[in-house]
């Protein structure tokens, strides 16, 4: 894994308790959940074989994660995930986490990895914001950012109303993006239509 994963995997690891967001018959289904573990492989993550969230979870094979922490720094990853093999996962977990379910009650609670996805850490903590996008476990993610087309006129409305003025004057106007905070303001008052929208993840 590349430095920006490892970061976003440790800041979700140290925030712990974020958010996990999966589907419920075609609605969105959200809770907390803590971080296990991280490494190498992707972020772990235990749960009860009882729960919705579980079958939700065999159902669909995928999660979106999000976490902030105090700085304002937040991490949000969507991706695949499965079902860890054997115990001795379960066992490492508890003995890395202060959970409940003590002694053999613990027989009810399976590990799962997040083991592809991609995902973004938007900084706050930093003028301008700082937004940067990243993938891992063969995922691919889509650029950050709006952009402007070739019908910019350069008429500068959209540099005049930028919140953290990081569109910069050319022939075309250009955004830079890493430090676009995606309000949309630019897109909306732009006189000639010239700015796409952003993708997302």
Known sequence: ???TVTRALKLLREIKSVTFATTNQGRPDARIIDVAHV???GLYFITARGKPFYDQLIKHGNVAICGMNK???TVRIIGDIKKCVGRGIVDKLFDLNDFPYPGETRDIIDAFLLYRGKGEIFDLSV???ERIRFSFGGDTVNPVGYRLTSACTACGV???CCPFEVISEGPIYTIDMEHCIECGRC???CPEDAIERALGL
């Open 1 to 3: 894994m590349d430095n």
């Open 39 to 41: 490494d190498d492989d």
């Open 71 to 73: 700085h304002y720094t």
């Open 127 to 129: 003028k301008p914001p």
């Open 158 to 160: 959209c540099k005049d």
């Open 187 to 189: 897109r909306e008052i």
